[in-house]
């Protein structure tokens, strides 16, 4: 079902950014000018208007949003490749006795693209393994979503 655009998260999608998952972001590099991919676990939709995403404080994603707030975020669920646009504003620092300094970052969402080419669905979802210390990845992947949550 390529080229479909909403200005919000259909339900699936949203359904699928309640938890924890695999996503790009793409912002502008505020040295070069030219497009930044990026990748990011702790994502979650606060409604279906609005993504929230959890970044080191630091990171040039930080650093690329300041200059330029436009970003898109790329998933790929319910059978398709969607593209996400909207506007960024860097919320807070997410404390949550946390070990690494993490900012909040909200989407305000423009458009929902279905950017999946013609005559073709998506069979496989993408899935990813944590490589560190796997109690210790769970129990941070748990702190920081619940921190996104009561934001």
Do not use: C
Not at 3 to 28: C, D, H, S
Not at 93 to 109: G, N, T
Not at 130 to 139: F, I, L, N, V, W
């Amino acid at each position: 079902m390529a080229n479909r655009v909403e200005t919000q998260l259909i339900e699936p999608l949203y359904g699928e950014m309640q938890k924890e998952r695999f996503v790009t972001l793409a912002t502008v590099d505020y040295e070069t000018g030219g497009p930044n991919v990026h990748t990011l676990s702790w994502v979650l939709a606060k409604d279906k208007k609005t993504v929230l995403f959890a970044v080191e404080s630091h990171s040039r994603i930080i650093q690329n949003i300041e200059n330029n707030n436009q970003v898109i975020i790329y998933m790929i669920a319910n059978e398709s490749a969607y593209s996400i646009a909207g506007v960024t504003t860097i919320k807070e620092e997410v404390h949550e006795d946390l070990p690494l300094k993490l900012a909040l970052v909200s989407l305000r969402i423009e458009e929902v693209r279905d950017v999946m080419f013609y005559g073709s669905k998506i069979t496989i979802q993408p899935q990813f393994d944590k490589t560190y210390d796997r109690e210790a990845a769970s129990r941070l992947d748990e702190q920081v979503m619940n921190a996104i949550k009561k934001a």
